[in-house]
Each structure stands twice: as C-alpha cells, then as structure tokens.
C-alpha cells in the first residue's frame, strides 16, 4: 500500500523560515516531489529528490532520507506570496508519471 | 514554450449525463497521466498512458476511460456522472516513464456536477 503523511495545516510569519515535513510508507521508491498549489490552480513543481541529501534552490530547499522514508521542505526568508497548499508525492518503481501524493499542507503566511 | 494544456477549464453537467476532458502534454513529451482533486484532498492518480497504451489505472470505477492519440495528447471520459464526480481534473505529462523525468501539470478542468 501507499500511504504519505503531512501536517494539514501551518501558519508562519512574513521573513522566517517554515519547514514543512513528509514521512511515506510506499511499497517502491523512485523519487520523491514538491508542489505548490494556490487556491483555484494547478500544481505547480517546486523540487525532485531520488538520492539522499539536499537540494537548493533558490529560497527553497527539499531534503531525502530514503532508510527513514522521510523528506522536508524548506522555505526561507517567506514571503505574502507563498501562501498556498503544499503537496508531497513520491513515485513507485518504473511508475512513469504515476504519483501517489499526501493531503497537502495548508501554509499561511502572516504580516 | 507552451505548457500542459488543457480544456474545458470549467464545465457544469448534470447527473447521469458524459464528459469528455482534453489534455495537450508539452511539446515532446509522450505520456500523459490524468489526476482527480476533490476540494481539500491531493490528487488522486486515474490513469496512466504512454505511446498511445494505457500503462497504469489507478481505484476508479469502469465509468471512467481515456485515451491517447497519435500525437500524445489525451482525452478522459466520465459516464454516467455521479455528484461525487465534481471535482479538479489534471493532467499531468512528462518526457517518457523514465524515473528521472520532472511530471508538470495543467491548469485542470474544474467539473461539477449538479
């Protein structure tokens, strides 16, 4: 089975940094992705991981560890703008574009 | 460079009747997968194409079908709409079905059914 955990909903202020995290528990693993949402729209791709570590990009960072079926993304220095849902989804073995995704994490950013 | 496109971008149909969603992948790219996103949930994976043949189908009843055409773009069909169908459709594309492709999304077909 497939299941992908992430907290609901987080609130932070304009200019910190929020960390949003995604445990997985997937029967395969080949590759973990952020997206973001905004309310009425698409998704919107933020980041890749399939090896262990941390890739920057920009004020966004995304982080894997495959033994603790784990993964955080990291947003610095928020802004108004980044108010939105932020989605979790991991790709199975040779699953093409077929992801399964967590509920998504609601963030609002405060003044 | 045009992204995934998609249409209609929002439709209202009654129970009982059909729809027909259209997804156009990025220029080159070859599958397509489409998504279904109730209000407050994530997307939940429908079906899967790749070279024109379905590759993968996710827990959605035989009302639902798709396919791809020859140039890779796609159409989802839903029969007999129930209530519950009323939801964000995504289509979703990528280069082919390698593990190291980054899937991008368009802007979706905003159903609801009354």
């Known amino acids: 089975g497939q299941n992908i955990d992430q907290p609901t909903e987080m609130t932070a202020t304009e200019g910190a940094i929020v960390q949003i995290n995604c445990t997985y528990q997937?029967?395969?693993?080949?590759?973990l992705f952020w997206y973001q949402q905004h309310a009425g729209e698409a998704p919107t791709f933020l980041s890749y991981n399939v090896l262990d570590g941390l890739e920057e990009k920009g004020r966004f960072s995304s982080f894997l560890s495959r033994s603790k079926g784990y993964s955080y993304l990291l947003l610095k220095e928020l802004q108004m703008k980044d108010s939105a849902s932020y989605l979790c989804a991991v790709r199975a073995d040779n699953a093409g574009n077929m992801l399964t995704f967590g509920g998504g994490t609601r963030l609002m950013v405060k003044p | 460079d045009a992204g995934v496109t998609q249409s209609p971008t929002h439709l209202i149909k009654t129970r009982g009747q059909q729809v027909t969603l259209r997804c156009s992948p990025i220029?080159?790219?070859?599958?397509v997968s489409w998504y279904q996103q109730v209000l407050g949930q994530g997307p939940q994976f429908i079906f899967q194409?790749?070279?024109?043949?379905?590759?993968g189908r996710g827990n959605f009843p035989d009302r639902f079908s798709a396919r791809q055409f020859p140039n890779y773009s796609s159409e989802l069909n839903v029969n007999a709409l129930l209530l519950g169908d009323s939801a964000l459709y995504l289509c979703?594309?990528?280069?082919?079905?390698?593990?190291?492709?980054?899937?991008?999304f368009g802007e979706g077909s905003w159903l609801t059914v009354v």
């Open positions: 194409y790749y070279e024109k043949e379905e590759r």
């Open positions: 979703a594309s990528s280069l082919d079905r390698g593990s190291g492709n980054t899937i991008y």
């Open positions: 997937t029967s395969g693993f080949n590759g």
């Open positions: 220029s080159g790219h070859k599958s």
